[in-house]
């Protein structure tokens, strides 16, 4: 009969088993193969963008730091334009208020009520999806449990893997549009700066301080791209900006001419507190937003078009057009909860896809 002679083999094969489901869930975790698709009549389509809110909750300092200001204001907007989505660029829970710890623990931290589901209580932003992806903060503790709050809890907090593709149609053209989530934090962050904010063993869990691990993330965005041309609009969404000086981290202003070369609409970041904008060019043809203002407000990058005033927080309100191929977008400024659903402070609009200057 086979059979261990020591307990400690036992151990050894438990402790394999474990390592080896890690391993297969981790995989997953990166990107998935799986295209959510979904289509809607509606002759545009309207959305809400925004980030960096998952600051306090209910706690008493919300007032400080207007995570509820923002919530209402978005109710509002999202009620008004019926608005299909929201799309979220992470930075989903802070350490702060009551909490002394970053991101959420595991799938049953408070957090996910408290910060999430309390406050964007309104019928309309409590019944659409949130397409999501991780910002820094996720990562400083445990972001593999917002995944599997997705997969296995409430799949409206949409984030299946840390890098994903959406295709949406609508219109009675049925135009399409192809969104590729991605998760920036391994363009943005050398180890060096990992270390120093102890996000380098959550990189390691994920191989992500392996040589070659950027170029495969690359590509794996390059070839998504290559496969969504189709698309009547692309657009990228992902944690950091690569707004001027902000790119200038790292490997992220590698993204910028794998963004141009597929002629992507726009690129949705946070980050950066604050909303901001940068209108195509010939040399740079997508058009790049900033909406990382969702409670609280820091600095903007160097190099923009636009940005708000210091202090601002709000968010990002866009429409697409089947019939004209036009988006029109506005920036809300949220700060003053008295201003019932905000104001207006910049606004303008966009081709679906930029045309093409050969280099
Ligand atoms: C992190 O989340 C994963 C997925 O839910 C879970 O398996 C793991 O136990 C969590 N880690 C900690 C330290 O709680
Ligand atoms: C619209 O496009 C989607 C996805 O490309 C497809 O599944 C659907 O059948 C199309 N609908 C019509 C009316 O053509
Ligand atoms: C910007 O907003 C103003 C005021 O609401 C409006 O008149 C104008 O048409 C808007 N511009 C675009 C491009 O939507």
Same mark, same amino acid.
């Given at each position: 009969?086979?059979?261990?002679?020591?307990?400690?083999?036992?151990?050894?094969? !438990?402790?394999?088993? *474990?390592?080896?489901?890690?391993?297969?869930? !981790?995989? &997953?975790?990166?990107?998935?193969?799986?295209?959510?698709?979904?289509?809607?009549?509606?002759?545009?389509?309207?959305? *809400?963008?925004?980030?960096?809110?998952?600051?306090?909750?209910?706690?008493?300092?919300?007032?400080?730091? *207007?995570? /509820?200001?923002?919530?209402?204001?978005?109710?509002?907007?999202?009620?008004?334009? $019926?608005?299909?989505?929201?799309?979220?660029?992470?930075? %989903?829970?802070?350490?702060?208020?009551?909490?002394?710890?970053?991101?959420? +623990?595991?799938?049953?931290?408070? /957090?996910?009520?408290?910060?999430?589901?309390?406050?964007?209580?309104?019928? /309309?932003?409590?019944?659409?999806?949130?397409?999501?992806?991780?910002? %820094?903060?996720? =990562?400083?503790?445990? #972001?593999?449990?917002?995944?599997?709050?997705?997969?296995?809890?409430?799949?409206?907090?949409?984030?299946?893997?840390?890098?994903?593709?959406?295709?949406?149609?609508?219109?009675?053209?049925?135009?399409?549009?192809?969104?590729?989530? !991605?998760?920036? %934090?391994?363009?943005?962050?050398?180890?060096?700066?990992?270390?120093?904010?102890?996000?380098?063993?959550?990189?390691?869990?994920?191989?992500? $301080?392996?040589?070659?691990?950027?170029?495969?993330?690359?590509? =794996?965005?390059?070839?998504?791209?290559?496969?969504? +041309?189709?698309?009547?609009?692309?657009?990228?969404?992902?944690?950091?900006?690569? !707004?001027? &000086?902000?790119?200038?981290?790292?490997?992220?202003?590698?993204?910028?001419?794998?963004?141009?070369?597929?002629?992507?609409?726009?690129?949705?970041?946070?980050?950066?507190? #604050?909303?901001?904008?940068?209108?195509?060019?010939?040399?740079?043809?997508?058009?790049?937003?900033?909406?990382?203002?969702?409670?609280?407000?820091?600095?903007?990058?160097?190099?923009?078009?636009?940005?708000?005033? /210091?202090?601002?927080?709000?968010?990002?309100?866009?429409?697409?057009?089947?019939?004209?191929?036009?988006? #029109?977008?506005?920036?809300?400024?949220?700060?003053?909860?008295?201003?019932?659903?905000?104001?207006?402070?910049?606004?303008?609009?966009?081709?679906?896809?930029?045309?093409?200057?050969?280099?």
């Amino acid at each position: 009969m086979l059979r261990p002679a020591k307990p400690d083999l036992y151990l050894l094969i !438990i402790l394999l088993t *474990l390592v080896c489901l890690c391993v297969c869930d !981790i995989s &997953d975790w990166q990107s998935t193969s799986t295209v959510h698709k979904e289509a809607f009549t509606d002759e545009d389509l309207d959305f *809400l963008v925004f980030g960096d809110w998952g600051m306090n909750g209910q706690d008493p300092a919300t007032h400080k730091f *207007l995570q /509820k200001a923002v919530a209402d204001a978005m109710e509002i907007c999202a009620d008004e334009h $019926d608005s299909k989505f929201v799309v979220n660029v992470g930075d %989903n829970f802070y350490k702060g208020g009551k909490y002394d710890y970053q991101g959420v +623990q595991t799938v049953d931290d408070e /957090k996910w009520n408290t910060i999430w589901l309390d406050v964007y209580n309104g019928a /309309k932003l409590s019944s659409i999806n949130w397409y999501t992806v991780a910002g %820094n903060h996720d =990562w400083y503790n445990n #972001v593999s449990a917002q995944i599997d709050y997705s997969l296995n809890k409430n799949n409206r907090f949409y984030l299946p893997a840390l890098f994903y593709v959406r295709r949406t149609s609508f219109g009675p053209k049925n135009s399409t549009v192809a969104w590729i989530h !991605i998760d920036t %934090n391994i363009f943005f962050y050398d180890e060096a700066t990992q270390k120093a904010k102890g996000m380098f063993g959550n990189f390691e869990i994920m191989g992500w $301080d392996r040589d070659g691990a950027v170029e495969e993330k690359l590509k =794996w965005i390059e070839d998504r791209l290559v496969e969504n +041309q189709d698309a009547k609009w692309i657009f990228v969404i992902g944690h950091h900006p690569l !707004i001027g &000086d902000c790119a200038q981290r790292y490997r992220m202003k590698e993204l910028i001419p794998i963004l141009d070369r597929h002629r992507v609409t726009a690129y949705f970041a946070g980050h950066n507190h #604050v909303l901001e904008f940068l209108a195509p060019t010939r040399w740079s043809r997508f058009a790049q937003f900033i909406s990382g203002a969702g409670s609280r407000t820091s600095k903007a990058c160097e190099g923009d078009d636009w940005v708000s005033a /210091k202090g601002t927080v709000g968010f990002l309100h866009v429409r697409i057009s089947d019939k004209s191929g036009k988006m #029109v977008y506005e920036f809300v400024d949220a700060t003053d909860p008295s201003i019932e659903g905000g104001t207006q402070v910049f606004n303008g609009s966009l081709t679906n896809r930029p045309y093409w200057y050969p280099k």
